[in-house]
C-alpha cells in the first residue's frame, strides 16, 4: 500500500522563488505544485487538494491576504503559511489573525520553513482529525454519549428523552458549566427536527442595541451599519431548534418582542414591514433562578409561563462527583487526539485532589483543569504535581528547608516560574492556542509569549 505524498501549493509572483521552493520541497519528499498570483491559487483549488499553502503576501492582483480571506472562506480547515517581506510584520500579523498558520519573513532560513511546513502538517492532521471527531459527535442521536451513571444525572436524561420527540418549549436550569447547552443538542438530535438547523444564540453576550436584528434580522438600510438584508437568529432556525442559552441576561424590551413572536409564530426584521412565519422549536437555558427575577421584576412573568412549560434541572458536579472518574478518562482521550499527547492515565492521589475539589465551574472547569494538567505532563501518567494549583494547594515555603537550602531569592524564583507557566497554559487554552490573542489577554508581545513557551517547553 503507497502513502499518499503531503501536497504543498506555492503562491508566488517571482518564478525564480517558486522554483527554487518546489526544487527543495520535491528533494523533502512532498508533492508541489507552484502559480504566479492569488487568482490562480483560488481557481486551482477546485481541482487540487493541498495539505499546505505557501504564499507571497505581495503579489499584483489579488494580494495574498486577500486571496487568503477568499481562500478560508471556502476551505476553513486549510493551512496557510504567509511569506512576508522583512519589516511588514503588521500584515503578518493581520494574516493570522484571518486565518493563517504562521508567517515567516523573507529572506527566510531553508530549515526554518521545512520546520514550519512540519508543525503546519501536523496541524493539519490535527485539525481534519478534530474535525471529524466533531462531526461524529455531531451525528450520534442519542443520549447514550453524555457521560454519567450518577443517579441524578440518570433521571435528567429520562426527563429530556420524554420530551425530545414533542415540540413542547424546554426550560434547562444549572449552573454555569454543567454541560445545558449537551442536553439541549441532544434534545434535538433525536426529535422530529433533527435534519433541521441546531441554532445557539448566547443572550448575554449580544450588545443591548443589536439584540433585536441578531435575532430578527434586518433589512437593508434598517440603521448606520445595515448594509445588506440580514436574516436573523429565527430564520436561520426555521424548520428546527433555536436554543436560546443565558436566557436571564434578556433585556426587558426584548422579553416583549421574544414573547410576541412565540405566541404570533412570525416575526418582522428590523426596519421591515412584512411579517415572516418561522417554524422554531425553542429551548432555552439559564444558570440564574428566573422566579427570583420575576419578583424583582427583571423578568416577564408571562414570558416566565410560555418558556418554562418543560423545566429540567441539571446538578452541578460536586453532587455527582462519582462521574468524575469517567470525565477524566474522556477528557484524557479527547485531548490526546486534538494536542497530539501521550497521557495513558491519572495517579490515585491526583484522582482524589479532582474528587474533594468542590467545582465551582463544574465539568467545563474540569475539563479546563484537565486539559492544562495533560500539558505540563505531556505523556505517561498525570501526578498531583501536573494540576493547577488551585486544585493541588498553593505552595508553602518551609522556613528551615526550602528557604534555607536554596536561600529566599530563589525560592521565590521557584513560586514565580510555577505560577508564570500556568497562568500562560489556562490563558492559552482559553484563546485555543491563538498565541496573537493569548498575548493580548496576557497584555505582552507575541515575541515575549512565544520565547516564555519556548522557556516552558509549551
Known sequence: ?????????????????????????????????????????????????????????????????EALVTIKEKNPNLTVIIITAHGEVSLAV????????????????????????????????LTVEISDLKRKLTEQKSFESIIGTNEKMKKVIEQAKCVADTDTTVL?????????????????????????PFITVNCGAIPFSLIESELFGHEKGAFTDAKETKPGKFEQADGGTLFLDELGELPLDAQVKLLRVLEDKKITKVGGIKPIPVNVRILSATNNNLEERVQKGSFRLDLYYRLNIFPIQIPPLRDRKDDI?????????????????????????????????????????????????????????????????RIKGYPVIDGTKQVFNSGLDESLKSINSKLEKELIIEALNKCNYNR???????????????????????
Not at 356 to 379: F, H, K, T, V
Not at 437 to 449: D, F, G, P, Q, Y
Request: charged share 30%.
Open 436 to 458: 496573537t490573542e493569548t498575548a493580548n489577554l496576557l497584555k505582552i508581545s507575541r515575541k515575549t509569549l512565544f520565547n516564555k513557551m519556548k522557556q516552558y517547553n509549551l
Open 325 to 389: 472518574p469517567l470525565f477524566i478518562e474522556y477528557f484524557i482521550n479527547v485531548f490526546n487526539c486534538e494536542l497530539g499527547l501521550h497521557i495513558k492515565n491519572m495517579s490515585k492521589e491526583a484522582v482524589d485532589r479532582l474528587l474533594n475539589y468542590n467545582w465551582p465551574g463544574n465539568i467545563r472547569d474540569l475539563q479546563n483543569a484537565i486539559q492544562s494538567a495533560m500539558i505540563l505532563c505531556r505523556e505517561g501518567t498525570i501526578t498531583r504535581e501536573h494540576l493547577p494549583m
Open 172 to 196: 434547562i436550569q444549572g449552573e454555569s458549566g454543567v454541560g445545558k447547552e449537551i442536553i439541549a443538542n441532544a434534545i434535538h438530535q433525536t426529535s422530529r427536527r433533527k435534519d433541521g
Open 94 to 125: 493581520d494574516a493570522i489573525k484571518k486565518g493563517a498558520y504562521d508567517y515567516l519573513e523573507k529572506p527566510f532560513d531553508n530549515d526554518k520553513l521545512l520546520l514550519l511546513i512540519k508543525r503546519a502538517m501536523d496541524h493539519q492532521r
Open 1 to 65: 500500500m503507497f502513502m499518499k505524498k503531503p501536497q504543498i501549493l506555492i503562491v508566488d509572483d517571482e518564478e525564480k522563488i517558486r522554483k527554487v521552493l518546489s526544487r527543495m520541497l520535491e528533494d523533502e519528499n512532498y508533492g508541489v505544485k507552484s502559480v504566479e498570483n492569488g487568482q490562480k491559487a483560488i481557481a486551482i483549488l477546485n481541482s487540487y487538494k493541498p495539505d499546505v499553502i505557501i504564499m507571497d503576501q505581495n503579489m499584483p492582483g489579488i494580494n495574498g491576504i
